[in-house]
């Protein structure tokens, strides 16, 4: 590998706005803001999205979307 051109590799924190999950783990993404850890030091946080506190896959609350295809909908709408 080449020498300095790599993103530099650290533990990160990750957390989740939505579900309140907050992870520890090791990345490359960057951030201006940090949050102190249960370990008492500092790490960079990212703040997401989603995550599986809060994905419906995950947490089995999913939307059941309609079942009819586009045509049929489309048909019953303007009578085709």
């Known amino acids: 590998m ?11 924190v990750f957390r989740d ?13 960057a951030s201006d803001r940090t949050v102190e850890w249960a370990d ?18 995950y947490t089995g609350r999913a939307r059941l979307m309609d079942t009819e295809g586009r045509v049929e909908l489309y048909r019953r709408r303007y009578g085709g």
């Open 40 to 57: 008492g030091r500092t790490y960079p946080v990212v703040d997401v999205e989603t995550s599986s506190a809060s994905h419906p896959f």
């Open 17 to 29: 706005k939505t579900g309140g999950l907050s992870f520890l783990t090791r990345s490359t993404a």
């Open 2 to 12: 080449q020498q300095g051109i790599h993103p530099e590799y650290r533990p990160v």
